[in-house]
């Protein structure tokens, strides 16, 4: 990815069976890339097609410096229990320009 981009970042979080991790298994869903957090019930991830997609506007990929970003993804299960994970991270690319368009 490159600083500038506006994207969602589609994410696919399974349970231990192998299964995807829906809406209805939740109370919610947090991913931090970076120092970016959103949350599902903070209405600012949804759910598309299997994966928990993560909006990017050009400005927040701007903020990112070129290198590996750092990313986690935290569960809160309907029973209350909370799980997290270490994803792979993003790769940001430094942008020539500057300018959002």
Do not use: H
């Amino acid at each position: 990815m490159m600083q500038g981009n506006a994207c969602n970042l589609g994410i696919f979080i399974l349970n231990n069976a192998g299964s995807p991790v829906t809406p209805e298994d939740v109370r919610d869903v947090e991913i931090t890339v970076g120092q970016l957090r959103k949350t599902y019930a903070g209405s600012q991830l949804y759910y598309q097609d299997g994966r928990w997609m993560f909006p990017l506007t050009q400005q927040e990929t701007f903020r990112f410096r070129p290198a590996v970003v750092p990313a986690q993804v935290r569960v809160v299960w309907k029973n209350g229990a909370i799980e997290g994970k270490p994803l792979y991270g993003v790769r940001m690319e430094e942008s020539i320009s500057k300018e959002v368009l």
